[in-house]
């Protein structure tokens, strides 16, 4: 039986600029079109969820790939994982310093490692035996984030340092989650799940968050549904937040009502801030943020739609 | 009111060979002690759990701290996680290859940082910078292990790969899994976890499992249980199996029949072999493994229980 594709894709859950809306909704729409390209023809929810995050990481609005956070250090560090429902083969790096786009990385350590995890200079001498080139950091480094790294420090050394992440809840909104990420259903059935992200601003070097994490930012499992999350990441790291949501869609609840659930339980148990897309192997998906803005975008045979808040 | 402390430990799960039986069990009591001690005197299961954690790893029978297993390159890199069910603040390092004892480290991030997990240099600089002591990696080498690793690439150039870790069941079972664990309830009605680990024999640089990733090889929930896993980390990750875990007694489940119930999923679904031991606030306790053996302690106010085999 052929099922119909449906693809979904977020661009990060926070308080996104007015004058930044337009370049998050393009960006969003952009990778839809990449990734429903492959889908509309007959490819796998897995290709198409690498071809979307490969345009996000590649789209220097977002943070991830090129153009992310840096680290209080100045550096640029990537996090990355993919994952096939079908199979539940997974691939993931972390803390990447020298590969453009972490996502193919992660896909290679699917498909060519008996392993699932690579972090830091290994998962980097891994992905360039198996065919990526490995660049120089600063070629990650935009000028932008140079100076946004360095208000923040100023921030800091003034006394009012950035908490978003501290664990405790935020006086403020958080600040600035550009985390990427898509999940995809194909023709044949197949869920897939992917998601990249460049961190948080002015980390300590060495910080992984949950996009990376198996069952935290990021999850796909043919007997439940493919999930991808963006937006504070310890919290939804505590609370295995990924997992959580497609096994609430295995217990018989729907998409739709299990997203915005889990921003519920996240904010509820740890006063966490995020994002989610989430999708059923029968086509039914949720989107939801408790954050002021999210870039979503969502393909079906009807055609794709975008926004930047729902 | 106060509760009777109970604490679990487990030496990890494989085919302990005779010679090395005694050797197994005595690692195991001896953790068993020192964690009792603290929760005795009204110390938290946190503390506990990282008391139990220590005495394993700085015990040259298990895959965790000095001993541990080489990387194909000859190293040793080490991943711990420490979780307390009663905040859900967890620490974890990975990839760390200048720490005697990563559960410290783990400890230290949970306690100091505003981040859960660090890995490779990042987290080896985050932990001296809290006061922990950098060594040098062959301090963690053993001529045992020198040798071992010998013989694993020798048997690998003549064609007999170990796929132990491939995500293919193994002709044989397993050959050896020395993850380290322990869960702790104390006198106050709070749940921990931690687990560490040393890898698997002649993995690739950079390769992290299940052990130090949150929801894995490790968890700690107040509402649901404690949990700590070892044996085939792959398997164990694409399951999220420690969450799936405490889930389950969550949802009405007794630790009692959980346990084994998990190590059945993890054979049913992926061919996976491994051992858990798993806790619930009110006490109860179940242990498990798919393994013909595994070193396990537990130790009540009736006094303590070791073995090697279920």
């Known amino acids: ?48 969820v690498q071809a979307a ?10 943070d991830a790939g090129r153009g992310s956070f840096l680290t209080r250090d100045s550096r640029v560090q990537l996090d990355a994982l993919i994952m096939d429902g079908a199979t539940l083969r997974a691939g993931g790096v ?39 080139p490995l660049i120089d950091n600063a070629e990650l480094v935009l000028d932008r984030e140079r100076r946004r790294l360095a208000e923040a420090q100023a921030r800091e050394n003034a006394g009012t340092p950035d908490n978003t992440f501290s664990g405790r809840p935020p006086a403020e909104p958080p600040d600035s989650h550009d985390t990427v990420g898509a999940v995809a259903l194909d023709q044949h059935g197949r869920l897939a799940a992917a998601t990249s992200t460049g961190g948080t601003l002015n980390k300590d070097p060495g910080r992984v968050g949950d996009s990376s994490l198996i069952g935290c930012g990021c ?41 915005p659930d889990a921003m519920a339980y996240l904010f509820r148990r740890l006063g966490g801030h995020g994002g989610i897309i989430l999708l059923s192997p029968d086509g039914r998906y949720g989107m939801a943020h408790n954050t002021p803005r999210m870039a979503w975008g969502v393909h079906t045979a ?7 808040k729902l």
């Open 219 to 259: 999850y796909a499992d043919n007997a439940s549904a493919a999930v991808s999350l963006t937006g504070w990441g310890e919290p939804i790291m505590k609370l295995v937040l990924g997992k959580w949501s497609t096994d609430r869609v295995l217990g018989g609840g729907s998409p739709e009502q299990v997203a």
């Open 1 to 48: 039986m052929t099922r119909s594709p449906v693809l979904l894709v977020h661009g990060g859950a926070w308080d996104i600029p007015a004058d930044l809306l337009d370049a998050h909704e393009q960006g969003v729409f952009d990778a839809l079109q990449e990734g429903w390209k492959l889908l509309e023809s007959g490819g796998t929810a897995l290709d198409a």
């Open 94 to 132: 972390a803390c990447v310093e020298r590969l453009r786009n972490p996502i193919q990385a992660a896909r290679l350590v699917l498909d060519e490692s008996s392993h699932v995890y690579f972090v830091g200079q290994g998962a980097e001498e891994f992905a360039q035996a198996h065919g990526l």
């Open 302 to 308: 009807d055609g794709p739609r975008t926004g930047t």
């Open 53 to 62: 995050v490969t345009v996000l990481e590649d789209d220097p609005a977002f």
